[in-house]
């Protein structure tokens, strides 16, 4: 009974979050992050610590990264600069990934075969993105990130994945590169046998997901899941499973250029990837008693709103 | 009767497992080294209270203000609070490197030529991303 009611209470807690930043209570934070540097030096990693608890809380409810939501919204209301955001959205996004790929791993649900060629394209092109996204100027890269969030929100409201796709025939590629396998499913008890099909023009994608996942600091799920779905043909747990293993590698070379420019400040970055972790472990307990239906519109909502925030801001307005 | 489980190929299971032990550890030292830093056992390389000075700043003006060192300069003042935790954060970010360097000789056994191949270009890629040879200077 204790147990329900510390859930109902982390619900509504999202709830007041979601409220928080989608009305003009976040102004009163907002003020406080214009006087910054007049605040003790612990006050903002502790709310960004909370702030990323619910984060990761969301995060999980939604059925979207950590990073795509840490970057547009810490960017839009913390006195952080985007540098930064980006630096640690990807640490964030990162250690997501490495805490969850052994469990995906292990039980096949994520796949090295399927992950690998397309890991190797994805992290070479994130870094020429973080290299891009260092190199141009601030408010060029905050426009073009509010647009790529108002089209992941948009995205996200209309991509229909499919549970299990048909694919008839493996092509050439794909048959090359040995993308097929099996994985238990436990819902059904059901053995699911899959492979990919029109593997070209999935890789060939690969090229811009790494690109942006660099120049934005925010993880790619949103576009991994659709294009190994959607495109590639594999079954939409494999695809969820093996696009969270992916985070691990494209992250991975984009946060160390990152981390080589001086974009990670301890101070903002453990709180957010402790909060987020810790967030995140509490998201998937909640998880049988909320509406994830609902929060992810809300999430979908503050999406859009965080991505005009950017574009705005970006834009100078 | 729920049928058995497909196996999960050995190197997939080692890349995991190392990836288990790998990550939480580095989370450990994280929060150790974190622990550290805002106790003040050791003096930082940027008084606390002032690294909200520098947060709001793009990274060129930060790294020229506060002298800091990019590359793998900071492994030179990991005797400061706030460098400590570049220990951890290196090692979450050094993980996949490592997996990928012990899976190898699993394929190799295999000769299976296409994955020696593609792990080893990843390595490359990897460590191009983390030699600190990449970067533009900032903006």
Known sequence: MLRNGCRVLTVKAVFLFLWLVSSPAWATVEAAAVEGSQRPWWFWPIVLFFFCFILGILAVLAGVGGGVLYVPLVSGFFPFHLDFVRGTGLLVALAGALAAGPGLLRRNFANLRLALPVALIASSCAIVGALLGLALPTNIIQIALGATIIFIAALLTLSKNVERPVVEKQDGIGGALKMAGAYLEPSTGENIEWKTHRTLPGLILFIVIGVMAGMFGLGAGWANVPVLNLLMGAPLKLSVGTSKFLLSITDTSAAWIYLNQGCVIPLMAVPSIVGLMLGSFVGVRILAVAKPKVIRYIVIIVLTFAGIRALMKGLGI | ?139
Do not use: R
């Open chain 2, 1 to 139: 009767m729920t049928p058995k489980a497909p196996p999960t190929p050995p190197e997939q299971i080692t890349y995991a497992n190392l990836l288990f032990y790998g990550s939480w550890g580095a989370i450990a030292i994280l929060l150790i080294t974190f622990g550290v830093y805002v106790s003040g056992i050791l003096e930082s390389y940027i008084p606390i209270n002032e690294v909200s000075q520098y947060w709001s700043m793009p990274v060129s003006h930060y790294v020229h203000e506060a002298k800091i060192p990019i590359g793998w300069g900071w492994v030179t003042l990991l005797g400061n609070g706030d460098f400590l935790n570049f220990i951890g954060i290196v090692l979450l970010a050094g993980m996949t490197i490592v997996c990928f360097l012990v899976i190898l000789p699993n394929y190799v056994k295999q000769k299976d030529i296409v994955f020696i191949v593609l792990v080893i270009l990843e390595v490359l890629v990897l460590c191009l991303g983390a030699s600190g040879l990449l970067g533009t200077g900032g903006h």
